[in-house]
């Protein structure tokens, strides 16, 4: 596609309910990034994939946090027993490759937990 | 890890005006972005620029590499540059590390 696409753009959760978010990223980029921002602050690192490979997960806040992407193309971060200080905006971002080159940045989806 | 500062935190200009935003940090880096956030929360590329100076229509950024700062040139504002620019690098020292963001400057452009 032309660029990052995320879906859904908005979730509403119920807290203790699992969710999931999808991230498409560009075609042909082998390296994919979650981030997660909370208001008024800047991104943070959640996990990182080359292809299939799940390299770093060191961001990722808790084992409720899981994120794959199977088939080196599609990812999705799964949220579960969401709670409230999950809420924040989770930005997905490609690369072409790792290192050394642009990443580019999806529109987010912005999760509430109520 | 890496630390990334950006200055002002805050900004406001009257439109037509001229301002500069700085981004430290404190290893060497393999990439440097800078990237404006709308309002909806989209963080739009502005510049991929690890070292070096480029530009691109009223806006410019340079990279001074071995000092460890860059900056973003914004000339003559206007009301739709407002919102919040962020640098992020990403650590030549740190292996395989994903952009690390400063916490931003948040620009107010008021007509």
């Known amino acids: 596609g032309a660029g990052v696409s995320q879906s859904p753009r908005y979730k509403v959760a119920k807290r203790g309910q699992d969710v999931a978010l999808r991230c498409d990223p560009i075609s042909g980029h082998v390296s994919l990034f979650w981030y997660q921002q909370a208001l008024g602050q800047g991104p943070e690192f959640l996990t990182y994939?080359?292809?299939?490979?799940?390299?770093?997960k060191s961001g990722l806040p808790s084992d409720r946090f899981f994120a794959e992407r199977p088939e080196g193309s599609v990812s999705t971060l799964k949220i579960q027993r969401t709670q409230q200080e999950d809420s924040a905006v989770y930005l997905c971002?490609?690369?072409?490759?790792?290192?050394?080159?642009?990443?580019?940045f999806g529109q987010g989806t912005r999760l509430t937990v109520v | 890890g890496i630390q990334v500062e950006q200055s002002p935190p805050d900004l406001i200009l009257q439109e037509g005006a001229n301002s500069t935003l700085r981004c430290n940090f404190s290893d060497s880096v393999n990439n440097l972005q800078w990237f404006h956030q709308n309002p909806w929360g989209q963080l739009i590329n502005l510049f991929y620029?690890?070292?070096g100076t480029k530009q691109n229509g009223r806006l410019s950024a340079t990279t001074v590499a071995t000092e460890r700062y860059s900056l973003l040139y914004i000339s003559s504002s206007q009301t739709t540059d407002s919102g919040v620019y962020f640098c992020?690098?990403?650590?030549?020292?740190?292996?395989?590390?994903?952009?690390?963001f400063g916490k931003g400057t948040r620009l107010s452009v008021i007509a």
């Open positions: 992020a690098v990403e650590s030549r020292n740190s292996g395989n590390t994903p952009l690390v």
């Open positions: 620029i690890p070292s």
């Open positions: 971002a490609s690369s072409r490759r790792q290192g050394n080159t642009e990443a580019f």
């Open positions: 994939f080359q292809n299939e490979a799940q390299l770093d």
